[in-house]
């Protein structure tokens, strides 16, 4: 079951007294863990009937889940690292066992919560336990739809308004973080003030730029024949704690999409096929599609190939990284200046 699906469950009030939490998105599986406590804990007494073990044995873990709540119907235990469901943590088979049993009867006035920091273990016989109970909840990071309409209802929940387009542009700016992008549109929502609809020039004003956006505009300026911006935003990204081998990695994948978009304009795809076969969002597929009528397929084919083989030779510590990331944008210069006799 995944997140969205959960958070259904919660407003109804549906609730099983154990579950599992696992996925990468630790911002939105907090926001879960909030908004289950509060379902369930009456004011005030929330620290009373709620505890937090950390990698408990299954003696521990037991007498917590089966303490009573006070003055409430529910208790909350919330268990952390736990061995029989991390990866890379070695589990008792009799700990495990007995847990197993235990669950299959528990006490109806507890809700019992593994939290696992990243995936869990699917070889583990408690996850195979979990999953077959249905009570493994998938925290992934949410797709490309499933964030617009996240931005836009959580804009909504502050008062404002944004369009799907404007969504877009606010996911492709600030990226897919949640917690980051619900830092962004806070910040959004104070800076807009009394209007009440977002536009694209809030999100220019305001926001921080994910890495690919940065990129984006670096390979933007790049094409346009503006180095002296390129450069400056390379140097951006690169004060800003990024690594060069990260850098290098984007401006190769900005450019493969660039070719393959050089070659997808002279076939009849339209511009939705394009945004789903680069998986870019739709609003940048003009701006790709101008970038890369700038020149022949084999210019673009010549920087892919050089980018290509240049990471290979950093990777296997062939050449030294240093300064990686200003050399290739400088030999990307010089190779799409060369001109070719034919317009392929």
């Known amino acids: 079951m995944n997140y969205l699906r959960f958070f259904e469950i919660l407003k109804k009030g549906e609730l099983k007294p154990v579950y599992v939490f696992e996925g990468e998105e630790e911002y939105i599986k907090a926001q879960a863990v909030k908004t289950l406590c509060a379902r369930l804990l009456p004011d005030g007494l929330e620290q009373m009937n709620l505890t937090e ?9 037991i007498a917590a889940a089966e303490t009573l709540p006070v003055m409430a119907d529910k208790r909350v235990v919330l268990v952390r690292e736990y061995g029989p469901l991390s990866p890379g943590k070695a589990a008792e088979e009799d700990d495990t066992d007995r847990i197993i049993e235990y669950l299959g009867g528990m006490s109806p006035s507890t809700c019992l919560v593994f939290l696992v920091k990243g995936k869990a273990d699917g070889r583990k016989k408690l996850y195979a336990y979990c999953r077959n109970e249905r009570i ?22 502050l008062g404002k308004r944004m369009s799907d387009a404007v969504a877009q542009r606010f ?24 209007h009440d609809t977002v536009t694209e020039e809030d999100i220019r004003a305001i926001t921080v730029q994910s890495l690919e956006c940065t990129v984006f505009q670096m390979v933007d300026a790049q094409v346009a024949g503006d180095y002296g911006e390129a450069l400056c935003l390379m140097h951006r990204v690169l004060q800003g704690g990024e690594d060069r081998m990260m850098v290098l990695s984007m401006l190769l994948r900005q450019y493969r999409m660039l070719y393959q978009m050089r070659c997808l304009l002279g076939e009849n795809v ?23 009528m700038r020149y022949q397929k084999r210019q673009l084919k010549a920087v892919y ?14 050449l030294p ?24």
């Open 53 to 61: 073990l950390v990698g408990p044995a299954a003696d521990e873990l």
């Open 136 to 157: 493994v909840i998938d925290f992934s990071p949410m797709t490309e739809p499933q964030a617009v309409d996240w931005i836009i209802r959580s804009m909504k929940a």
């Open 171 to 194: 996911l492709f700016t600030v990226g897919s973080d949640a917690a980051l992008l619900k830092q962004e549109i806070e910040k959004l929502a104070d800076y807009t003030g009394d």
């Open 270 to 292: 339209s511009q939705g096929e394009m945004a789903s076969l680069l998986m870019i969002p739709p609003f940048a597929v003009r701006r790709m599609q101008s970038q890369a």
């Open 305 to 318: 190939d050089y980018l290509l083989e240049y990471e290979f030779r950093l990777k296997s510590g062939k």
């Open 321 to 344: 990284q240093d300064g990686c990331a200003e050399a290739a944008l400088f030999q990307v210069k010089e190779l799409l200046e060369q001109e070719y006799d034919t317009a392929f």
